[in-house]
């Protein structure tokens, strides 16, 4: 069973940068796509980043691109999402997924194993 555990988190002024980490753990997920996705009060959980076994980044959020970037140790079992340039509005919860399947998709359904989440504030 994969577990995944996220750090990085915190408030932060706009216009700043945060480090995002998922931590996995029980096994390697080097062949899985790893996402990362938000959930704001009120709203529906929604894919931010999303990148492949190969490292290939098959999607990021309109609302990211260009802020955010996705990367992945496979060595050291952990995806990271770096955070710059930050909104008010990407204030949320932020989890990290994984999906054996390997799939690339940005689509909540297909992800195996979720991580708790990690709050992030941005103040205006």
């Known amino acids: 069973q994969v577990q995944l555990v996220e750090s990085g988190g915190g408030l932060v002024q706009a216009g700043g940068s945060l480090r995002l980490s998922c931590a996995a753990s029980?096994?390697?997920?080097?062949?899985?796509?790893m996402g990362w996705f938000r959930q704001a009060p009120g709203k529906q959980r929604e894919a931010v980043a999303v990148i492949n076994s190969s490292g290939l980044v098959t999607y990021y959020a309109d609302s990211v691109k260009g802020r955010f970037t996705i990367s992945r140790n496979n060595a050291e079992n952990t995806v990271y999402l770096q955070m710059n340039s930050l909104k008010p509005e990407d204030t949320a919860v932020y989890h990290c997924?994984?999906?054996?399947?390997?799939?690339?998709?940005?689509?909540?359904?297909?992800?195996?194993?979720w991580g708790q989440g990690i709050q992030v504030t941005v103040s205006s």
């Open positions: 997924a994984a999906d054996r399947a390997n799939l690339g998709s940005s689509r909540n359904a297909v992800y195996d194993h």
């Open positions: 029980g096994r390697t997920v080097s062949r899985y796509t």
